[in-house]
Structures are given as C-alpha cells and as structure tokens.
C-alpha cells in the first residue's frame, strides 16, 4: 500500500522504521508537528520523525493544525492508501480522516478501551497496573474510540518508569503496526468496535500533576516518580528550590518520619511519607544535572529535620 506516516516523537520513529523496511507498502510522506524551540538557545529544531524522514528523502509536511487547506490539499496529491500514526499529537479532522481510502490506523500504548488519551502508559503506572500494552486501530472523531484491528500485551516491571515501558512498546508496536499494515492490505483483518464497559481516560500530565504530595502513601509516591520519568519530571522543593525525583524505591523500614522528613546515612537517603518513607535514588536539583541522591544530601548537608516539599522559589 501507498503510505502517509504521520507520528512527532522517538517513541514513533521504530514504527516508521519498520514501514521503511518493509517489502510490502511505500512510505511517500510523513506527517509530523513543527519545529519546535529546543535547548538553552531555544533553536528550532525538527522532531524526531522528521530527522528520520529527512535521512531517509522522504517528504515532510509539518501543518501548524491539519486542517489547513494547504495541508489537505498536499495530501491529497500523494493519495495514499492508508495512513498509519504513532503519537503525532493533533487531533485529526473529518476533512483528513476521509482522504485515505482505508483510513487513519492508529498504534496507541494501551490496551483499549483502557486508558484513551495522551499520556496512556504514564497512567497505567500511577493506577499500578501490572499489565498493559498496544492497540491498533481505525481512527474516528472520537477520542481513541475506534474499532480494533490487533493488540499485544506488555508486563510492567516493579521498578518500571514509563520512559522503560515506553521504549519496549515501541519496538514491539512496530511489528504490530505494519503486521497490521499487511492485514489491511490482504482483507484478513476486520476491526471490531471496542467494547463498552472498562473505559478509562489519560489526559496529558502536567508539571503541576507531578509535584509530589509528601502525605500521600509510599506507594503513590513511588508510582507517580515512575510514571513521571521521564516527562515531565516528578519534583518536589527543598530550601525553596526545585528538587526532579528521578528514582526512588520503597523502604518501608522506616515509619517514623514525617512526611517530606529527611533521614541521612552513610547507606542512604530517606523521605518520610502518610506511610512509610521512600529511599531517593537519583535527584536533579535546579539547574544542574543529575545525580545519586547520596551525593546531593553530602552537599547541601541536610540538617536534622528538614523536610521535602512546599512553594517553589
């Protein structure tokens, strides 16, 4: 089949790749986000579907919104059959879902109708779900609604961030995405609506959603620095300052600090929770690069009772 890619970040380029390579179906063009403001110079730098579309000649539209006429009249031209997305990040119109003649085919990193919106996997791990996945299917107007063509599960690891689950349904959504691909194209797959019951919904993750709440349980805390790595950073405050949580693990032998308490010794650095305390692994205090969190503590010389938490400066 004639293809029109469309996908923005890296966890889309091992999908991109795998059409590239595949005997069966061209890629003509992708379709990817603008260049966007990057580094200390905010620079305008491509996406990481549109480096990979450049390396390998391809086209590249980068439309500010998918329904400007130009866009539509662009895509129109190369006539694609299909057009399969990975994480393109906008909302397609009707104007552009009708153009191929066998649709939009999405891979999303959910096991749907679980978890519909942007930031499927970093959900799954807050809700503590012990298995996930990805999900291709027909796109529609609405919200990751659409009918199923294929799907593949994937175990969450205890220590799993949502970076780690992400990488791995990459690479195996790949596969998914032009196994699908070549069902389309032989008639042998047929989706089927999504069921009704078991619909949950993940909206994007804010930097405010990712303060943590020292008073919320240990595993919470545990979960939403997982879910949160790498983006868009669980962070808390100490002397005022913001402190990125990179890593941290349970440690439930210690109940009796208070919530954001520090306890510091030569084995390890502690922060009380509403339950048990959490060891730090990793930290990234403001403006420098990260560091283990033993390291941190022997420079800032956390006193006896200082605590986590409270208004950035």
């Not at 994007?204 to 709440?213: G, Q, Y």
Request: charge should be neutral; proline fraction near 9%.
């Amino acid at each position: 089949m004639r293809l029109v890619f469309a996908g923005t970040p890296e966890v889309a380029v091992p999908a991109l790749d795998a059409l590239l390579t595949s005997e069966r179906h061209e890629v003509a063009a992708v379709v990817t986000r603008p260049d966007a403001p990057a580094g200390r110079g905010r620079r305008l730098v491509p996406s990481p579907v549109a480096e990979r579309a450049a390396e390998a000649g391809i086209e590249i539209l980068r439309p500010a919104r998918p329904r400007e006429p130009g866009f539509l009249d662009r895509l129109r031209a190369i006539a694609p059959d299909c057009c399969p997305v990975v994480a393109y990040g906008a909302l397609l119109p009707k104007a552009a879902l009708e153009i191929p003649a066998r649709g939009w085919v999405n891979l999303h990193f959910s096991l749907l109708p679980a978890w519909r919106g942007a930031a499927p996997v970093q959900h799954a791990l807050l809700a503590g779900d012990e298995v996930t996945g990805a999900t291709t299917f027909l796109i529609e107007e609405g919200m990751d609604s659409g009918p199923v063509f294929g799907v593949l599960t994937e175990e969450v690891r205890p220590d799993d961030t949502s970076g780690d689950v992400l990488t791995r349904l990459a690479l195996a959504g790949a596969g998914l995405l032009a196994a699908t691909m070549d069902g389309i194209e032989d008639g042998a797959l047929v989706p089927r609506p999504q069921p009704a019951e078991g619909v949950t919904m993940a909206p994007k993750i804010t930097v405010a959603d990712a303060a943590v709440d020292w008073h919320a349980p240990a595993l919470r805390v545990h979960r939403q620095v997982r879910a949160c790595t790498p983006a868009p950073g669980a962070w808390t405050t100490f002397r005022g300052e913001r402190l990125k949580l990179r890593q941290v693990s349970l440690a439930p032998d210690r109940a009796d600090l208070a919530p954001g308490e520090l306890a510091v010794d030569k084995q390890a650095v502690r922060a009380g929770t509403g339950s048990h305390a959490v060891e730090l692994g990793w930290v990234q205090p403001q403006g420098r690069k990260p560091m283990r969190a033993a390291d941190w503590a022997r420079g800032v010389r956390v006193a006896p009772g200082e605590r986590l938490g409270g208004e950035a400066a």
